[in-house]
């Protein structure tokens, strides 16, 4: 490849370099004109290029790109939280409208009239989402609605967004947003005329400061400020669920303290095979009154050899103090499994005689009393935690995570090293 770009005369290079089907990423590029959809929902990070999405898509289809649209769209919406974030991102900003590579003649900004005008007469009209009425009258043929996560109004600004959307003969509407957990945004990304795109802010990471990816990324990676914010991912707390996102959150910590006890605890799945439980593996520390979790090495659909020794090496790599290890259906045979790989762990049994709520509700008191740690972010064990309700999972599927987790709490603060203290859970 290399040397067949070398190989080009030097206009054409420069021509590969401004165009956007060339450079862009796929989650980039706008679904087909001709296909059936309405709302083109671009859901990312913050960084990942969702506005030079937006000003690419709206800039071809003003210039009629067949590559984007089967005709010109001769007029636009831009809608924004204010005017100043339309002016200031969607137009005037460094991936905005006339911060594009030069395709000719540029389009004109005139603040005054709140208006880009291209050379062929298509034009585009910009809104602030504080005044939803100032949509009523104009009508579009395609809008660009950027940021409706965080507009003070959202549905009423969006509403009276979609009545003027009545020209031509597929008027659509393109959302770039990092995704919050509103109506809207559920509302957008349940309806079958939506076209999604997700983006994380890695994915741009060509076009990022460094110190922006060691100072910010590294620091939120993986909690729920950084799914949301990085990865773009719609994060939401189970109205019944025992815990939330807020309390975990409040007491997450960099490292933990010098630890009194460590126990790897194991959640072995029923089962073997293809359609087997995950084995859930948790190592949780102690210091005084509290716990710290140190690490989720859950295994999905792994052997008993595999997660065996998956466990027995979490133990020796975190000197650990015990594997605590759930004997109900199989278990028996999950700890004799342990004992045989290696005999000199001690491994401690402990036993379900109550439901997984009644189980996992003390330890979820000791998260509200911030007594409960987490050293790190772990993404998956924390969607479970916040997702887990009266009747399980909202998927119906089996909580290892959690089950590990609650075992290895229980063993260390609530008295759970002796069998009957657990028994009485």
């Given at each position: 490849m290399g040397a067949f770009l070398a190989s080009l005369p030097a206009p054409l290079l420069l021509a590969l370099e401004h165009d956007w089907l060339h450079r862009a990423r796929s989650d980039q590029l706008?679904?087909?004109?001709?296909?059936?959809?309405?709302?083109?929902?671009?859901?990312?990070?913050?960084?990942?290029?969702?506005?030079?999405?937006?000003?690419?898509?709206?800039?071809?289809?003003?210039?009629?790109?067949?590559?984007?649209?089967?005709?010109?769209?001769?007029?636009?919406?831009?809608?924004?939280?204010?005017?100043?974030?339309?002016?200031?991102?969607?137009?005037?900003?460094?991936?905005?409208?006339?911060?594009?590579?030069?395709?000719?003649?540029?389009?004109?900004?005139?603040?005054?009239?709140?208006?880009?005008?291209?050379?062929?007469?298509?034009?585009?009209?910009?809104?602030?989402?504080?005044?939803?009425?100032?949509?009523?009258?104009?009508?579009?043929?395609?809008?660009?609605?950027?940021?409706?996560?965080?507009?003070?109004?959202?549905?009423?600004?969006?509403?009276?967004?979609?009545?003027?959307?009545?020209?031509?003969?597929?008027?659509?509407?393109?959302?770039?947003?990092?995704?919050?957990p509103i109506p809207l945004i559920r509302r957008l990304l349940a309806d079958p005329r939506t076209v999604v795109s997700r983006a994380r802010t890695a994915d741009n990471v060509d076009n990022l400061a460094p110190a922006f990816l060691d100072a910010v990324v590294g620091r939120y990676a993986g909690t729920r400020l950084g799914r949301q914010e990085l990865d773009g991912e719609l994060i939401a707390d189970r109205p019944d669920a025992l815990w939330t996102r807020d309390a975990i959150e409040a007491t997450r910590l960099a490292a933990a303290p010098e630890l009194a006890r460590i126990v790897v605890a194991v959640d072995p799945p029923a089962s073997s095979g293809a359609r087997a439980d995950a084995c859930g593996l948790v190592a949780v520390g102690a210091a005084g009154a509290s716990a710290y979790v140190l690490e989720d090495a859950t295994l999905a659909?792994?052997?008993?050899?595999?997660?065996?020794?998956?466990?027995?090496?979490?133990?020796?790599?975190?000197?650990?103090?015990?594997?605590?290890?759930?004997?109900?259906?199989?278990?028996?045979?999950?700890?004799?499994?342990?004992?045989?790989?290696?005999?000199?762990?001690?491994?401690?049994?402990?036993?379900?005689?109550?439901?997984?709520?009644?189980?996992?509700?003390?330890?979820?008191?000791?998260?509200?009393?911030?007594?409960?740690?987490?050293?790190?972010a772990f993404p998956a064990l924390e969607d479970e935690l916040c997702d887990f309700g009266p009747d399980g999972l909202s998927t119906g599927a089996s909580p290892d995570r959690l089950d590990a987790l609650v075992w290895a709490v229980t063993h260390l603060l609530l008295g759970g090293r002796r069998e009957p203290r657990i028994r009485g859970l």
């Open positions: 706008p679904p087909p004109w001709e296909a059936d959809w309405t709302t083109w929902a671009v859901i990312g990070g913050r960084g990942c290029g969702k506005t030079r999405t937006g000003a690419e898509w709206v800039d071809a289809l003003a210039r009629g790109d067949p590559a984007f649209t089967d005709a010109v769209v001769g007029r636009i919406a831009l809608v924004g939280e204010t005017f100043a974030d339309v002016r200031d991102v969607m137009i005037e900003g460094p991936s905005g409208l006339l911060g594009l590579s030069d395709r000719g003649a540029r389009p004109r900004w005139s603040p005054s009239r709140r208006r880009v005008e291209w050379a062929n007469g298509a034009v585009a009209m910009a809104f602030s989402a504080e005044e939803p009425d100032s949509l009523r009258g104009p009508q579009f043929g395609a809008a660009w609605s950027d940021e409706v996560a965080k507009w003070r109004r959202p549905e009423a600004a969006f509403d009276m967004l979609q009545f003027g959307l009545r020209l031509g003969a597929r008027p659509r509407n393109l959302v770039t947003t990092t995704p919050r659909r792994a052997s008993p050899q595999a997660w065996a020794a998956a466990a027995l090496a979490l133990y020796h790599r975190l000197q650990a103090d015990a594997l605590v290890v759930e004997v109900n259906q199989g278990g028996e045979m999950a700890a004799a499994v342990l004992a045989q790989c290696d005999p000199a762990v001690p491994v401690t049994s402990v036993r379900a005689t109550r439901g997984k709520y009644l189980r996992a509700e003390p330890v979820s008191l000791l998260y509200a009393q911030g007594r409960v740690h987490h050293v790190g």
